[in-house]
């Protein structure tokens, strides 16, 4: 599902990065934030024009319940999963759609096509720490990335 989601964004002519780090940070003024808590990984982010998508992965409803963090601190955020499984949390109500009125639902045909299932709520504005803190994680996950392709001799 994570290489269909690449190559689905890279046609697009979006950016992708996988396995973002992600902190909530405070303000200690002058623009610089600090990080607070623990490190999140966001299963995926996309970015186009300065808007980012922040997408929650998860291949089963016992995965989607689990206890494991779910970050949606994007411009628009996307849970992202098996096509069948997308249309049961819509048909049945799911609980973690109450949990989650504003992220939309992509389902995932288990080949190449993506599918909106739900769409998310669209926050045009993001607290400038958070853009700040998307941007460099997502730096740091393409950075990891392309260190593997300098090395074939």
């Given at each position: 599902?994570?290489?269909?989601?690449?190559?689905?964004?890279?046609?697009?002519?979006?950016?992708?990065?996988?396995?973002?780090?992600?902190?909530?940070?405070?303000?200690?003024?002058?623009?610089?934030?600090?990080?607070?808590?623990?490190?999140?990984?966001?299963?995926?982010?996309?970015?186009?024009?300065?808007m980012f998508s922040c997408m929650e992965l998860k291949v089963s409803m016992k995965d989607l319940h689990s206890k494991a963090a779910q970050s949606f601190v994007g411009n628009k955020n996307y849970l992202v999963c098996p096509l069948e499984m997308a249309k049961e949390i819509k048909a049945c109500n799911d609980s973690w759609l109450e949990d989650h009125p504003t992220v939309g639902i992509i389902g995932w045909d288990e080949k190449k096509t993506f599918k909106v299932v739900k769409r998310c709520k669209v926050k045009y504005l993001l607290p400038e720490n958070d853009w700040m803190t998307l941007a460099k994680g997502m730096i740091s996950s393409m950075s990891k990335e392309m260190k593997g392709y300098g090395n074939e001799d």
């Amino acid at each position: 599902m994570e290489r269909a989601l690449v190559a689905d964004a890279l046609k697009k002519r979006n950016h992708p990065a996988l396995e973002v780090k992600y902190w909530h940070t405070e303000s200690i003024g002058a623009f610089t934030y600090r990080p607070v808590g623990q490190v999140e990984y966001i299963d995926a982010v996309i970015e186009k024009d300065g808007m980012f998508s922040c997408m929650e992965l998860k291949v089963s409803m016992k995965d989607l319940h689990s206890k494991a963090a779910q970050s949606f601190v994007g411009n628009k955020n996307y849970l992202v999963c098996p096509l069948e499984m997308a249309k049961e949390i819509k048909a049945c109500n799911d609980s973690w759609l109450e949990d989650h009125p504003t992220v939309g639902i992509i389902g995932w045909d288990e080949k190449k096509t993506f599918k909106v299932v739900k769409r998310c709520k669209v926050k045009y504005l993001l607290p400038e720490n958070d853009w700040m803190t998307l941007a460099k994680g997502m730096i740091s996950s393409m950075s990891k990335e392309m260190k593997g392709y300098g090395n074939e001799d």
